[in-house]
């Protein structure tokens, strides 16, 4: 009986860590690394491309601790176990951490989040939204779960203060947040420039609302103006947008004379596009796909969200704009205005996902 007991107890005790499965997070992928050199527990050791093969193998005995990689002028610590294998196309070494996500979540929330909008309260609630987005993405990449960008969650390994975020991460236990029709909601972005976007609606505009698009204010006050983001201006030239036309449908438009937001979410983001072009006269495009296609050709930061006006000037247009991202879930800077009013982060969490279901993760 004893030691039926006694083997209760080590289950218990060793199945412990095994709540939450164990992520494959690939690290590092942007620079696509020749070689690495890679420290642990006092050893060190260099890989280079050549040296692997094309599967993914344990490094270091396939041992759970802490990483340290160089990569270029690069230096990160992970935590995890450390598989590398040779990228196909001569992309370099894909590096990938089998991680637990109790290790992981803390390294998300300091890297996503910047000093000015650092509150343990918001910071917490992040905590929330970060583990039900990972435990819905399992997967997100066909053989791994999450990449290191914010295609995924912006995950630079250990910060310095690594036992800070640990602790606001592990106060909320194993919460997670689900739609009322077990939806995914736990999105969160930058500056929601004063009202937040439907989950469904903020990719490619073609989602049903389902009521959690709300004033990102209190008593007519918006809670995130301290962002320099909260309102943009970016000045458009006809030529960016012919060229930008031109590669996404592969033949000259000609000049274009007018630029115009043709539909709108319910939160007055641009769903589609209207240009009037000399030679194919009016083109209609998805807000979503044509953003992309110009970040690719002029950078990212020339829509820092979809939240804008349009007007004409000087022969091209300006954008007035507000807020930096989609602008679903959680806005960071007005979380972190709640949390200096006081609010606790269950209260942020019910704000920012009104109507939103809590489980114990588990
Ligand atoms: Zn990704
Ligand atoms: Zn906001």
């Not at 910071?123 to 999450?146: C, E, I, Q, W």
Request: a positive charge.
């Amino acid at each position: 009986m004893r030691h039926l007991y006694f083997l209760l107890i080590a289950f218990i005790v060793f199945s412990a860590p095994l709540c939450g499965k164990d992520l494959r997070v690939r690290v590092l992928e942007k620079y696509s690394p020749r070689s690495i050199t890679v420290s642990f527990n006092g050893e060190k050791t260099g890989f280079s491309e050549n040296g692997l093969t094309g599967e993914p193998r344990p490094v270091f005995g396939g041992r759970y601790g802490i990483y340290e990689v160089t990569a270029g002028n690069i230096t990160r610590k992970y935590p995890g176990v450390l598989y590398l294998c040779r990228a196909p196309e001569g992309t370099g070494i894909k590096i990938i951490f089998s991680v637990r996500e109790e290790d992981y979540i803390p390294c998300v929330l300091a890297s996503e989040s910047s000093a000015e909008v650092y509150t343990p309260e918001s910071m917490k609630a992040l905590a929330v939204a970060v583990r039900s987005y990972l435990r819905a993405n399992t997967g997100r990449h066909p053989d791994y779960d999450l990449c290191d960008l914010t295609h995924c969650e912006l995950y630079k390994g250990i910060p310095d203060d690594f036992s800070l975020w640990q602790g606001l991460a592990a106060s909320t236990g194993t919460m997670t947040i689900e739609g009322k029709n077990r939806e995914r909601v736990a999105y969160f972005s930058t500056c929601c420039g004063g009202v937040t976007e439907e989950p469904s609606m903020a990719w490619d505009c073609r989602g049903i609302a389902a009521g959690y698009s709300r004033q990102d204010a209190l008593q007519g006050e918006p809670l995130c103006s301290e962002s320099p983001f909260y309102r943009w201006q970016r000045a458009i030239k006809p030529g960016e947008l012919r060229r930008v036309l031109k590669k996404m449908g592969a033949s000259d438009p000609g000049r274009i004379f007018g630029f115009s937001i043709s539909s709108k979410s319910g939160s007055g983001r641009a769903c589609d596009f209207s240009f009037t072009t000399a030679d194919e006269g009016i083109i209609t495009v998805n807000s979503s796909d044509f953003i992309s296609a110009f970040g690719r050709e002029y950078g990212w930061n020339r829509f820092p969200s979809k939240l804008f006006e349009i007007t004409e000037k000087n022969g091209g247009w300006l954008l007035n704009g507000r807020g930096l991202g989609h602008g679903a879930g959680i806005c960071l800077f007005g979380a972190a205005k709640l949390a200096k009013m006081g609010w606790d982060y269950r209260r942020i969490l019910e704000f920012y996902y009104p109507g939103a279901v809590y489980a114990d993760g588990g």
